[in-house]
């Protein structure tokens, strides 16, 4: 996910934007006041990204692309996708099966990897969404429906977990990011949370006695402020029951837990987007705008594990697509005009200042004894020791 980092001259809402975000924030004030005027940072975040009908990610709005808020790595170039789709071909020809992506945005990795697939000669049986924004939902099946029939068939929109196990490949880009997050600030090195009330008409944090296990609040400075994910282990469990045999591909952007927790980081991760401009403050423009914070990718290693999965792989984005062959991708175009552009989308998506060291990929694998071409450039798993 990519914006601007200004935190300042917010465009103004709309009239129906802002008629949204008070019914979303009026029914959040409603939540505090039944609980005494308290809730946790996370009831605060699920409420206004998940409330049915008027939470960010529920309700309609256009989220992703040049209209929207941000702009994920299948928006910036096809080649990402392209990468993504050989990386697949790989687990699929040992394993056969299908593709589940977790939040597939406007369907266009999706519809990029289909095609790649037909191209290598290595299809899904299914390629299956679970969507939980009907607004995206709808756009990916506008797009995917332009497919061939061949391909269009194979796509099918799901509203849970599959039941059964599957074989294959489960693709999450940037699902993790928008799990809801509890956070804490560090005093005399204990880490206590904090939490949303009421002030006037508005919110503002507030600070509570209760502990956060698990962080390593001694090595951080009093005032130290962070977050923390919970719901990464359970998510992690959940989706882990899915597959019997293949790959869980994570894409997103985070850091092992020892420079997650670095005594330097001391204001957090969490961050907001709105129309393509970033920001720090959750409580304004409540329910028309995204709110995310960065991945511990050690917790999610180590929920991986205790799910029985192993880690195959942890490298930065740039070495996954270095490994998957985007260089040959954009070299191969005869046009110069075309192979200057893609060449241009390849810095985007390699370059440390850009996309190319912020977003890791994690493989966490069951019963799979294959190569994965992704992880062969570079091997961070070593980094995510919390010690």
């Not at 129906?16 to 505090?32: G, M, N, P, T, V």
């Not at 005399?188 to 949370?193: F, K, L």
């Not at 959940?238 to 869980?248: D, F, I, P």
């Amino acid at each position: 996910m990519t914006a601007s980092s200004s935190h300042s001259m917010l465009p103004a809402l709309s009239p129906d934007e802002e008629r949204h975000s008070r019914a979303a924030a009026e029914l959040i004030r409603e939540r505090i006041t039944a609980a005494g005027g308290w809730i946790s940072f996370a009831d605060f975040m699920e409420m206004a990204l998940y409330a049915p009908g008027l939470g960010y990610y529920s309700a309609g709005a256009v989220k992703l692309g040049a209209s929207g808020d941000f702009v994920t790595a299948p928006e910036v170039s096809d080649l990402f996708s392209r990468c993504v789709a050989r990386q697949c071909a790989d687990v699929l020809a040992a394993t056969g099966g299908d593709i589940l992506e977790l939040g597939a945005g406007t369907g266009r990795m999706a519809a990029c990897v289909l095609r790649s697939l037909a191209e290598i000669g290595v299809l899904p049986d299914k390629y299956a969404i679970l969507e939980v924004s009907a607004d995206l939902a709808d756009r990916q099946r506008a797009r995917l429906g332009e497919l061939p029939k061949e391909l269009r068939d194979r796509v099918i929109w799901l509203d849970r977990l599959p039941a059964a196990p599957m074989r294959g490949i489960v693709l999450a880009n940037e699902v993790l990011d928008a799990l809801p997050v509890q956070r804490f600030f560090v005093r005399a090195g204990h880490a206590r949370e904090l939490g949303v009330a009421l002030v006037g008409d508005g919110f503002a944090w507030q600070e509570s006695s209760s502990e956060i296990s698990d962080i390593p609040a001694e090595d951080l400075p009093d005032g130290y402020i962070s977050e923390v994910c919970s719901r990464v282990d359970p998510w992690i469990a959940g989706v882990s029951q899915c597959v019997s045999q293949g790959a869980l591909l994570l894409f997103d952007y985070g850091l092992p837990r020892a420079h997650y927790y670095h005594p330097q980081r001391a204001d957090g991760t969490l961050r907001c987007y709105f129309k393509q401009r970033a920001h720090d403050n959750p409580f304004i423009n409540i329910g028309v705008q995204d709110i995310t914070a960065w991945v511990d990718f050690t917790r999610v290693a180590d929920a991986g594990l205790a799910a029985g999965l192993e880690i195959a792989g942890f490298v930065t984005q740039a070495a996954f697509l270095l490994g998957t062959g985007i260089e040959a991708m954009t070299m191969e175009v005869d046009d110069v005009a075309l192979r200057a552009r893609l060449a241009g989308e390849a810095r985007r998506l390699l370059m440390p200042g850009e996309m190319g060291e912020s977003f890791k990929v994690m493989a966490l694998c069951r019963d799979l004894d294959v190569p994965l071409r992704g992880f062969a450039y570079q091997d961070l798993r070593r980094s995510l020791s919390a010690g």
